[in-house]
């Protein structure tokens, strides 16, 4: 059985928080404040003994912030730069072009950043300081969020996808158990098989949904992908992002976090500038620390457990599990006050986003999909003809960059939100989805 949540045509896609806290904070971390990061870290809550996965573009780990963080890059063997140099690297001072490394330094800053910045001063800080991170390349970020240089096979091919997979089955070796990806791609067999191998063993893993709403994606793994955490950003007034006012909405969003004015290291001309940015691949990398917060205090939490946590224990106050039908908010607005303050192990052992019209399908996952072989008909997605990234530039690139483009934001009276209860039944893996009133 699912409980839905159904919200008003006007007000789709907003939470409620406390009226103190501005719309849009100066410094880019209002949501260390309006969730109360500071104070979990107070209390000895880090990310620290957790293990999070990172695959994005080439990552800096001169800036300041990540200096001293927990990082440990591995050198893709499977991801061959379009130059002919070689493999991508995977460390990289450039800021933009083949090694472009401004996109992976920004994610990895929001979940393990010190804080610490340039000529003294202060940095991009992140919600995990003390997890350790396994980086992973799959792209080069050309700019901040128009296109991105896709990954090549040895053949020179674009395998961006099969690089991703690669990685994926890497980090579950290596001991991840969170996986966070701030890109999306149209699945193969091996991303297929990775995504299933992820859910069969408990490892937890967070995508981005598209930063557009103009544009139906075929397939925007890993946030589409079945089982998985799809994550869509909002503003400290729980308003979602908009393209050309729509609200970013879509049927796969499980939670809602912060993604809108939110600091980066590093701009187009120099690593020492800071600015203000917005997209799900913030708010991806945020999901995947706040989680790490909640593995550290329940060590004996499954990853399924921790997902169940995580969709029940939305917003500040204690709710019936229900789900926002309009794709906009899916479970709520995360928050890891609430889910620090319950013991995941009251939950079932089984991973809740598992839907019986999900892709890879329930057949798939119980009978363990192997790579190499041809996704069943019914989990074949259709090839989109195109893609567009947050700037509304069309792409045929399939790897595109979720996150870091600026889309247009709306801010709407959170007053308006009218909550209309509907249930309605549909069959899943024993547990249901829903979301939350409030934060």
Same mark, same amino acid.
């Given at each position: ?57 080439? =990552? ?79 792209? !080069? ?13 040895? #053949? ?50 967070? !995508? +981005? ?28 007034? +729980? ?64 990853? #399924? ?7 029940? #224990? ?36 089984? #991973? ?62 959170? =007053? ?15 547990? +249901? ?7």
């Amino acid at each position: 059985m699912r409980f839905h949540v159904l919200a008003s045509a006007v007000a789709v896609g907003l939470l409620t928080f406390s009226s103190a806290v501005p719309a849009l904070a100066a410094d880019g971390f209002w949501y260390f404040e309006v969730l109360n990061v500071d104070a979990a870290h107070q209390d000895g809550f880090t990310g620290d003994g957790v293990t999070i996965a990172v695959i994005d573009s080439p =990552i800096n780990t001169e800036v300041p912030t990540l200096a001293d963080a927990n990082i440990e890059v591995r050198e893709p063997s499977f991801c061959y730069a379009a130059d002919g140099s070689g493999p991508m690297p995977a460390k990289s001072t450039a800021l933009t072009g083949q090694a472009g490394a401004l996109h992976g330094t920004a994610v990895t800053s929001l979940i393990v950043g010190s804080g610490a910045g340039y000529n003294g001063g202060g940095g991009v800080k992140g919600v995990a300081p003390d997890a350790k991170v396994l980086y992973y390349t799959i792209f !080069g970020s050309s700019d901040q969020g128009a296109s991105n240089i896709e990954c090549l096979d040895e #053949n020179g091919d674009e395998s961006t996808d099969i690089a991703l997979a690669e990685a994926m089955n890497e980090a579950m070796d290596a001991g991840a158990t969170i996986i966070a990806v701030s890109s999306l791609q149209t699945p193969g067999p091996e991303l297929y098989a990775a995504q299933i191998r992820a859910v069969n063993e408990g490892v937890i893993v967070v !995508g +981005g949904m598209p930063n557009t709403s103009d544009v139906v994606f075929s397939a925007g793994w890993p946030g589409q992908a079945n089982g998985a955490v799809g994550v869509q950003a909002a503003d400290s007034s +729980g308003a979602i992002a908009t393209t050309a006012g729509l609200p970013n909405t879509d049927d796969g969003t499980v939670v809602v976090a912060p993604g809108i004015g939110i600091a980066k290291q590093g701009s187009d001309t120099s690593w020492e500038d800071e600015e203000l940015t917005n997209g799900t691949s913030l708010a991806t990398p945020i999901v995947s620390g706040f989680l790490a917060l909640v593995a550290q205090k329940y060590p004996d939490a499954t990853g #399924n457990q921790l997902l169940q946590t995580l969709i029940h #224990n939305t917003g500040a106050d204690d709710h019936e599990l229900m789900l926002d039908a309009t794709g906009a908010i899916g479970y709520g607005f995360v928050s890891a006050t609430h889910m620090l303050r319950v013991d995941p192990s009251q939950y079932p052992d089984e #991973n809740p986003l598992i839907l019986d019209s999900g892709i890879p399908t329930i057949a798939e996952f119980a009978s363990g999909y192997e790579a190499g072989t041809e996704p069943t008909p019914s989990s074949t997605p259709s090839p989109s003809p195109t893609e567009t990234t947050s700037d509304e530039q069309p792409r045929t690139p399939v790897g595109i960059i979720v996150g870091v483009g600026v889309g247009a934001l709306v801010l709407v009276s959170v =007053i308006t939100l009218v909550f209309l209860l509907a249930r309605r039944s549909r069959q899943s893996s024993d547990t +249901g989805r829903g979301s939350s009133p409030g934060q």
